[in-house]
């Protein structure tokens, strides 16, 4: 499996650009702080949390996407914002 991560400020088209590979039938992850903002406001949260527990569940979920496709064939594209926690689950 191939890891192409891409990175960029928020609004710079990461997601726009993963929408369009996985529409050409590429496998993504999407962005892991967008997936956590999200899922923290559906549950009436504050969307941003502690530094350090918003890092804590960053990490945790790329090493569970990481594990979910390791075996996948092909490339797996996903996007971040800052790829240092995609980058150590490549080094664990």
């Keep these: 499996?191939?890891?192409i991560v891409i990175t960029?400020?928020?609004g710079a088209g990461k997601t726009t650009l993963l929408l369009a590979l996985q529409a050409r039938g590429y496998t993504i992850?999407?962005?892991t702080a967008r997936t956590i903002i999200k899922d923290r406001r559906r549950r009436?949260?504050?969307p941003r949390p502690d530094p350090?527990?918003?890092a804590q569940e960053a990490?945790?979920?790329?090493?569970?996407n990481f594990v979910h496709h390791a075996a996948s064939p092909g490339p797996v594209f996903s996007a971040s914002r800052t790829?240092?926690?995609?980058v150590r689950c490549d080094t664990e």
Excluded: K, Q, T
């Design 1 to 3: 499996m191939s890891r």
């Design 8 to 10: 960029g400020a928020p």
């Design 29 to 31: 992850v999407g962005d």
């Design 44 to 46: 009436g949260l504050n």
């Design 52 to 54: 350090y527990v918003f």
């Design 59 to 64: 990490l945790r979920m790329d090493i569970e």
């Design 83 to 86: 790829p240092i926690s995609r």
